[in-house]
Nanobody, 123 residues
Framework: QVQLVESGGGLVQSGGSLRLSCAAS????????MGWYRQAPGKMRDFVAH???????QYDSSVKDRFTISRDSAKNTVFLQMNNLKPDDTAVYFC?????????????????WGQGTQVTIAS
């Protein structure tokens, strides 16, 4: 199992910036990707961005030109730099780690989640 601890949320004005961090511990060798989802009040949890263990990055189209995901592999930590924030970015941001574990002759893939960090953008 992997434990994830997020930090960096808060309240900023529209147009401002925030940097989220997510540190993984535990069975980190099973991690194949880390990233972020977000959930606004009354809405589904939506994909934001992730980076795979070989460095490939993906972004949701709504954040692609404003957010940057990066990682410090030595510290098992991912970062989400969020610039030009908008009120629509207000949500709880959840870090996740996709894991792949060999069990006998098969491979099980699953995700672990952090507790979430609140991001609020004031207009």
């Amino acid at each position: 199992q992997v434990q994830l601890v997020e930090s960096g949320g808060g309240l900023v004005q529209s147009g401002g910036s925030l940097r989220l961090s997510c540190a993984a511990s535990g069975n980190v060798f099973s991690i194949t990707a880390m990233g972020w989802y977000r959930q606004a009040p009354g809405k589904m949890r939506d994909f934001v961005a992730h980076v795979t263990s070989d460095g490939n990055r993906q972004y949701d189209s709504s954040v692609k030109d404003r957010f940057t995901i990066s990682r410090d592999s030595a510290k098992n930590t991912v970062f989400l730099q969020m610039n030009n924030l908008k009120p629509d970015d207000t949500a709880v941001y959840f870090c996740y780690a996709r894991q792949s574990v060999v069990e006998g002759t098969s491979t099980r893939t699953f995700s672990s989640w952090g507790q979430g960090t609140q991001v609020t953008i004031a207009s």
